[in-house]
């Protein structure tokens, strides 16, 4: 009796298209995963992921690892971190933010005709040079936490100038300039040396402005 034979089932082929497009797929999963993983292990904890609306101004001068900052507010993305990068061009710095402590200022101060805030709170100043007072623009100058004794009468210039802070120095008297400063609405002066006369002649001189002892 011969033998039967069963027909062999059809092989279905293989769309090797297909097939190609699914390692991809997967491929790129995986080392999607990966850099996903790198990136969580080399991230420090409890850092917040940068907003792409967060711009230099609104980040604290401690955050961005900065000691020194100068910027201007119609330029937010331009940042100098530095003196050197800064005095290549100071008619583009409006504001000046130094947080280490510094030696003196020096007198190129005066190249930023443009500067509106100074802030050198805490630096251990003995003194101010006389180039302060060719800062036109300045509004805001805080120089709080130094060991200033006296300031130049140069400061009596700075006729724009609407806020002074000078508190936790050792000053005992203002010069007469300070007269000046008809644009003074804030004048703070506390935790100093000043006798009760230098207190009232520094009332007189400045009688639009609210001054703290």
């Not at 999963?29 to 991230?43: D, P, Y």
């Not at 140069?154 to 000046?180: H, K, M, S, V, W």
């Amino acid at each position: 009796m011969p033998l039967s034979v069963n027909p062999q089932l059809p092989v279905k082929k293989v769309n090797t298209t297909v097939l190609i497009v699914v390692l991809l797929v997967v491929i790129a999963t995986v080392l999607g995963a990966s850099f996903l993983i790198t990136f969580a292990l080399k991230r420090p904890l409890n850092t917040p992921l940068a907003s792409p609306l967060t711009s230099p101004l609104s980040l604290p001068l401690a955050n961005t690892g900065r000691t020194f900052k100068a910027f201007c507010t119609e330029d937010p993305q331009k940042v100098y971190t530095s003196i050197a990068q800064a005095l290549r061009e100071p008619e583009k710095v409006c504001h000046i933010v130094e947080n280490d402590p510094i030696k003196a200022v020096p007198p190129t101060i005066n190249r930023f005709t443009s500067l509106v805030t100074l802030n050198l709170n805490s630096k251990g100043l003995t003194q101010l040079p006389p180039e302060i007072g060719d800062l036109p623009e300045l509004r805001s100058l805080l120089l709080s936490g130094n060991k200033l004794i006296i300031l130049p009468p140069e400061i009596g210039q700075l006729t724009n100038l609407e806020r002074l802070t000078l508190d936790a120095n050792q000053l005992q008297n203002l010069p007469p300039e300070i007269a000046n400063l008809t644009n003074l609405r804030e004048l703070s002066l506390t935790k100093n040396l000043f006798p009760d006369q230098a207190k009232e002649q520094i009332r007189q001189r400045l009688p639009q402005t609210n001054i703290r002892f």
